[in-house]
C-alpha cells in the first residue's frame, strides 16, 4: 500500500508564474464589491452562517431556522425550514419595480431575423400561460420530472420557470445531443413527459428536432419509461416545421396550448428551499451520466450572489454569456443567477462563427453588451478564424469571463487586450455541474488578474491540494495535486439522482477522515482536477485528474505543455496526449495542433513548436510527434477530447464519438495518424 503509493507521490509542473493585471479604477468604482475585508467574513470559523447573506438576496415565503444540517453527511441540507419559490424570486419579484424593462434579449441565428426584447412583464405572462398549461392541462405537480430537449430560444428559459414555478423538477438536455442521449436522461429522470421544439437554426441550416423526441420516446420505452406526451413547441408559432409526422394523442403543440390559456395566472407554489430545482447531467469520463440534483434555496442563493459579486451583475447591465442553456453554465449564468438579479439577459441561437467570427461583436454593438462570457474553446476559436474581428466594433465590455477549461496564457492576452480593448477585467471562473456556481476566480473589483490562473477560492469556499496519500500540499511547496474543497457550500448538488453511493464514492470517499462522521470537517470534496495553488492562494488547474499524463516516470499537466505551443504565434489549438512508448517500457507525449487559417504546415513550424514546449516546459516534455490536424475533436460543451486523441495515437478503439461536436474528424485524423 504505502509503495503504491510512493510510486506517485506528486505531479510535476514547471511553469513560470505570470504578471499580474490590474482592474481600472472605473471598474472599480461602479464594482459591486470593492471591499476586500469581504474574505474576514467568509473565514472557516464563520461556517455555516457566513452563508446567511446568501440567502438573503432572496425572497423567501418563509425565512429557515436552521442554515446548514450535516445530519445526513455528505449530504447536505441549507436553508432548513425555509420557503421559496424560485420563478418568483427571478421574475414576480422584479415587477415593481421592472416591469418593462428587458429580462430577456433573444437573438435568432439569421441575422436578417428581428432581435426580441422580451420585458419582465412580458416574461411573467408567458412563464404563467404556460404553468396554466402544464399544471391544468398536463396534469404535472410539484416533485415531478419533465425533461426539456430545447435548442437556444426564449422557450427554454420560459419552460424551465414555469416548471419552477409549480414546483417540477427539469431536466434539459442540451438540444445537439442524440434522441438517445436523451431518451436515456428521461428513463433515468422517470419523466412521462418530454418538452421540445420543431426545428430549430443552427450554423446556416434548419435543424429536424422532432425526429430525435421520437427516437428519445422510443429509447426511453425500451428501458421501461413510458412517455405519454411529447409537448412541442413551434420555432415559428402556428407553423409546424418539422418533415417528422405528429403522432395522435401523444403530441401537442405548445404555442396552441399557451393560446388558450391566454392571461391565465398561476400562484407560484411555495416550496421548501431543500426540494429539487432540477437535475443536470453530467457524463464524466465513463460509465453511465450522472443526474446531479440541485436544490431550489442553496442553488439560487448560490448562483445570484456569485452573478452579483463574480459577475458583477447590476439591474442596468446588458449581460451575454454566450454559453449554451443545456450546460450548467447556462442554467447557472444565463438563467437563474441573472434573472435573480434583474439583469437583462441574451439569449443567441447561434454559432459563434456563424456567418463569420465577427458575429458575436456585431451583438454586443447592437445590443450595448457589457458584460461577455463565454469559454477558452470559442475564444481559441474566435481567434482562429478572425483575431482582427473585434477591433472593427465599436462595442465595449467592463467586464469578461471565461470558463470551463484551462485557459492558456497566450489565449488569455488575445481575449484581453483585443476582445476586451485592454478595458474590462476578465474573471477565469473554475467550478463544475456538479458545484452549482464559481469555486475559485478572483473578484474583480478587489483582486488582480493573473493569465492562466484561476484566481483563489471565491469567498466561502476553502480550497486545499492533496497529495495521493492525503497530505496537503502547501503553497509554498510548488507542487500541485488533487484539488479538494474543504467545506461545503449552499450551491452543492445534493447527491447523483437515485445514486447516493456513487456520490460518496465520486466525490468523498478518497479523502472522508471518517465515514461515520457527521462532522463536515472529515468530509472534503473532491473535484477530479489536478491544480497547483501559487504562494497568493491563485489556483493553477491543469485539468482532469484522468487527462494528467506521465512521461518518463513525471506526471505532467496537459495543459501546461499546450501552453508553451500556444506561444508560437502559427498555433490556434494544441493537444497533448500520453503514448506507450515500448522500447523504454513508458509513456512519451505525442501533441496534435491546428493551425490557424492561412498558415502552411512545415517541419519547421514543428521544430519551432518543439523548442516553444522545451523552453517552457522543459527537455522532458520534448513531443515524440507533431501532428498537424485541421481541427480537434471537442465535445458539444466545448472540451478537447484528448482520449481520443490518445486512442489514435495507441491504435486503440476511439469508442462511441458520436456525441462529439464534429465526430467525422476522427476518421480523418486516424488516417493521418494509422496510415
Ligand atoms: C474544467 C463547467 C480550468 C475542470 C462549469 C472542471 C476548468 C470541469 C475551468 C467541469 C477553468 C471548468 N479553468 N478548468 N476556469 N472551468 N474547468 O462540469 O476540469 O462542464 O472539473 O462545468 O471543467 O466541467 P463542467
Request: a negative charge; glycine letters at 8%; aromatic letters at 10%.
Amino acid at each position: 500500500m504505502t509503495e503504491e503509493k510512493e510510486q506517485v507521490p506528486h505531479y510535476d509542473v514547471y511553469w513560470q508564474e505570470e504578471p499580474y493585471y490590474y482592474p481600472s479604477p472605473g471598474f472599480v468604482g461602479q464594482a459591486n464589491c470593492s471591499d476586500p475585508d469581504i474574505f474576514d467574513r467568509f473565514t472557516l470559523d464563520k461556517f455555516p452562517e457566513c452563508f446567511r447573506e446568501f440567502a438573503d438576496l432572496l425572497h423567501w415565503d418563509k425565512y429557515w431556522h436552521t442554515t446548514f444540517d450535516s445530519s445526513d453527511a455528505p449530504s447536505w441540507k441549507w436553508f432548513v425550514g425555509g420557503k421559496l419559490n424560485a420563478c418568483y424570486n427571478c421574475v414576480d419579484r422584479h415587477l415593481a419595480q421592472y416591469r418593462n424593462k428587458t429580462a430577456i434579449h433573444f437573438v435568432p441565428e439569421s441575422e436578417t431575423a428581428r432581435i426580441e426584447h422580451i420585458t419582465y412583464q412580458e416574461l411573467y405572462r408567458r412563464v404563467n400561460e404556460l404553468a396554466a398549461v402544464l399544471r391544468d392541462d398536463i396534469g404535472l405537480k410539484a416533485g415531478d420530472r419533465v425533461t426539456l430537449h430545447l435548442p437556444m430560444t426564449p422557450e427554454l428559459p420560459i419552460t424551465m420557470l414555469a416548471c419552477a414555478r409549480l414546483g417540477v423538477i427539469h431536466s434539459e438536455v442540451f438540444a445537439g445531443f442524440s434522441g438517445r442521449a436523451c431518451g436515456d436522461r428521461i428513463w433515468d429522470s422517470e419523466s412521462a413527459v418530454l418538452i421540445t421544439m420543431d426545428s430549430y437554426y443552427f450554423n446556416g441550416e434548419r435543424l429536424d428536432h422532432k425526429i430525435k423526441a421520437d427516437e428519445a420516446v422510443e429509447t426511453a420505452i425500451k428501458q421501461g419509461q413510458r412517455v405519454n406526451k411529447v409537448l412541442i413547441w413551434r420555432r415559428h408559432p402556428g407553423t409546424y416545421s418539422s418533415p417528422t409526422p405528429w403522432v395522435e394523442g401523444r403530441d401537442f403543440f405548445l404555442d396552441e396550448m399557451v393560446r388558450k390559456r391566454k392571461g391565465q395566472l398561476i400562484e407560484p407554489v411555495s416550496m421548501p428551499a431543500e426540494e429539487i430545482l432540477f437535475l443536470m447531467y453530467t457524463s464524466g469520463s465513463t460509465g453511465r451520466p450522472k443526474g446531479c440534483q440541485h436544490s431550489i434555496g442553496g442553488y439560487l442563493s448560490y448562483v445570484a450572489w456569485m452573478s452579483r459579486h463574480v459577475q458583477d451583475i447590476h439591474p442596468e447591465d446588458v449581460y451575454w454569456c454566450m454559453a449554451d442553456i443545456g450546460w450548467i453554465t447556462g442554467h447557472s449564468f444565463i438563467v437563474y443567477g441573472p434573472l435573480a438579479l434583474a439583469a437583462s439577459t441574451v439569449i443567441f441561437e447561434g454559432v459563434s462563427t456563424y456567418p463569420d467570427a465577427g458575429r458575436p461583436w456585431r451583438v454586443a454593438e447592437e445590443l450595448g453588451v457589457n458584460i461577455f462570457h463565454t469559454s477558452p474553446i470559442a475564444i481559441r476559436a474566435l481567434r482562429k478564424a478572425g483575431a482582427d474581428e473585434p477591433e472593427k466594433y465599436n462595442y465595449q465590455f467592463k467586464h469578461m469571463t471565461t470558463v470551463g477549461e484551462p485557459i492558456e496564457p497566450e489565449v488569455w492576452r488575445w481575449y484581453y487586450h483585443v476582445v476586451g480593448k485592454g478595458r474590462a477585467v476578465v474573471v477565469d471562473t473554475w467550478w463544475q455541474t456538479e458545484n452549482g456556481g464559481v469555486l475559485c476566480s478572483t473578484i474583480p473589483g478587489i483582486a488582480p488578474m493573473k493569465p492562466g490562473s484561476t484566481g483563489p477560492g471565491v469567498p466561502g469556499i476553502h480550497p486545499v491540494i492533496f497529495d495521493d496519500a492525503g497530505n496537503e500540499i502547501s503553497p509554498e511547496d510548488g507542487k500541485a495535486g488533487n484539488i479538494c474543497i474543504r467545506n461545503p457550500w449552499p450551491g452543492s448538488f445534493q447527491t447523483i439522482w437515485k445514486n447516493r453511493e456513487g456520490y460518496v464514492k465520486t466525490y468523498y470517499e478518497r479523502y472522508c477522515k471518517n465515514p461515520e462522521s457527521t462532522d463536515w470537517r472529515d468530509w472534503p470534496y473532491m473535484t477530479g482536477d489536478a491544480a497547483l495553488m501559487a504562494p497568493d492562494g491563485y489556483v493553477r488547474i491543469l485539468g482532469r485528474i484522468e487527462d494528467v499524463i506521465e512521461v518518463a516516470g513525471h506526471r505532467l499537466g496537459t495543459n501546461e505543455i499546450e501552453s508553451g505551443a500556444l506561444n508560437v504565434s502559427e498555433v490556434a489549438e494544441a493537444a497533448v496526449v500520453a503514448v506507450i512508448d515500448d522500447d523504454n517500457k513508458g509513456y512519451v507525449p505525442h501533441l496534435y495542433i491546428s493551425l490557424r487559417p492561412g498558415v502552411a504546415p512545415s517541419a519547421a513550424l514543428e521544430d519551432k513548436i518543439s523548442e516553444a514546449i522545451v523552453d517552457g516546459v522543459g527537455e522532458i516534455a520534448r513531443p515524440a510527434r507533431i501532428i498537424l490536424v485541421p481541427d480537434m475533436p471537442k465535445t458539444r460543451s466545448g472540451k478537447l477530447m484528448r482520449r481520443v486523441l490518445a486512442s489514435i495515437s495507441n491504435y486503440h478503439d476511439v469508442g462511441d464519438v458520436t456525441t462529439l461536436d464534429n465526430p467525422a474528424i476522427v476518421e480523418t485524423i486516424r488516417k493521418q495518424v494509422q496510415d
